[in-house]
T-cell receptor, first 114, second 111 residues
Framework: SQKIEQNSEALNIQEGKTATLTCNYTNYSPAYLQWYRQDPGRGPVFLLLIRENEKEKRKERLKVTFDTTLKQSLFHITASQPADSATYLCAPEGEINAGNMLTFGGGTRLMVKP | KAGVTQTPRYLIKTRGQQVTLSCSPISGHRSVSWYQQTPGQGLQFLFEYFSETQRNKGNFPGRFSGRQFSNSRSEMNVSTLELGDSALYLC??????????FGEGSRLTVL
C-alpha cells in the first residue's frame, strides 16, 4: 500500500542554521508534491509545490527538492528563525488535475531555538 | 480577500448524536474538500466536492457525509457519533486544483 514517511521525532535546531526535513514515499509515483506548514490548533498553510520534472524549487528562504529515483523530497529552511517553529507536512500526489484528494505524511515538528 | 471560514470552531457532543459542520470557501473557489485530523491518524481525506458533486471520497464509513450548495458553501455531517470521531475537521478550498487553502478547523469533542 502507499506509504508516506516523515520523521515523527521533532527536529531541534539553533537559530540561523539550515533545517532539513525529509519526506519519503513508497508504492506510488507522484507527479507532484506539496509542502504545508501547520501551527498548533490551526489549519495547514501551503508553502511550495514541486512537479516531478522539477528537481528543485525555491521561495525566499525555502528550498524543496524532488528525487523520483530515491522517492524522496527534502525541504530546507535556510537562516532559520524561531518563527519557523511549526509542523511541516508533505503531500505527494498523482495528478495535479485529479481533484484535491491529498494524502499527507504524518508531519515533522521543527523547533528553532534562539 | 476573506479566507476559508469554518463554523463552529469548537463543539462538544455525546455519543450517538449527530453533528453538522459548515465551510464557506474563498470567493470563486469551486472545489471544497474535507479532512479529519487526529493525533493518531494524522490528516486524512474525507471527501471533495466540485460544482455540487462529490468528486472524490476517502475511506470513511457512511456515517460521514457531505454536500455542496450552488454558492460553493459546503457542509459535512457525522451521524451516530463515536468517541473516535473526536478530531479537528478541516475544510479546504482551491482554485486551481493543487494548492489548498485551509480553514482554521472545527474542533469536535465526543463524550
Amino acid at each position: 500500500s502507499q506509504k508516506i514517511e516523515q520523521n515523527s521525532e521533532a527536529l531541534n535546531i539553533q537559530e540561523g542554521k539550515t533545517a532539513t526535513l525529509t519526506c519519503n514515499y513508497t508504492n506510488y509515483s507522484p507527479a507532484y508534491l506539496q509542502w504545508y506548514r501547520q501551527d498548533p490548533g490551526r489549519g495547514p498553510v501551503f508553502l511550495l509545490l514541486i512537479r516531478e520534472n522539477e528537481k528543485e524549487k525555491r521561495k525566499e528562504r525555502l528550498k524543496v527538492t524532488f528525487d523520483t529515483t530515491l522517492k524522496q523530497s527534502l525541504f530546507h529552511i535556510t537562516a532559520s528563525q524561531p518563527a519557523d517553529s511549526a509542523t511541516y507536512l508533505c503531500a505527494p500526489e498523482g495528478e495535479i488535475n485529479a481533484g484535491n484528494m491529498l494524502t499527507f505524511g504524518g508531519g515533522t515538528r521543527l523547533m528553532v531555538k534562539p | 480577500k476573506a479566507g476559508v471560514t469554518q463554523t463552529p470552531r469548537y463543539l462538544i457532543k455525546t455519543r450517538g448524536q449527530q453533528v453538522t459542520l459548515s465551510c464557506s470557501p474563498i470567493s470563486g473557489h469551486r472545489s471544497v474538500s474535507w479532512y479529519q485530523q487526529t493525533p493518531g491518524q494524522g490528516l486524512q481525506f474525507l471527501f471533495e466536492y466540485f460544482s455540487e458533486t462529490q468528486r472524490n471520497k476517502g475511506n470513511f464509513p457512511g456515517r460521514f457525509s457531505g454536500r455542496q450548495f450552488s454558492n460553493s458553501r459546503s457542509e459535512m455531517n457525522v451521524s451516530t457519533l463515536e468517541l473516535g470521531d473526536s478530531a479537528l475537521y478541516l475544510c479546504a478550498s482551491s482554485l486551481p486544483p493543487g494548492e489548498l487553502f485551509f480553514g482554521e478547523g472545527s474542533r469536535l469533542t465526543v463524550l
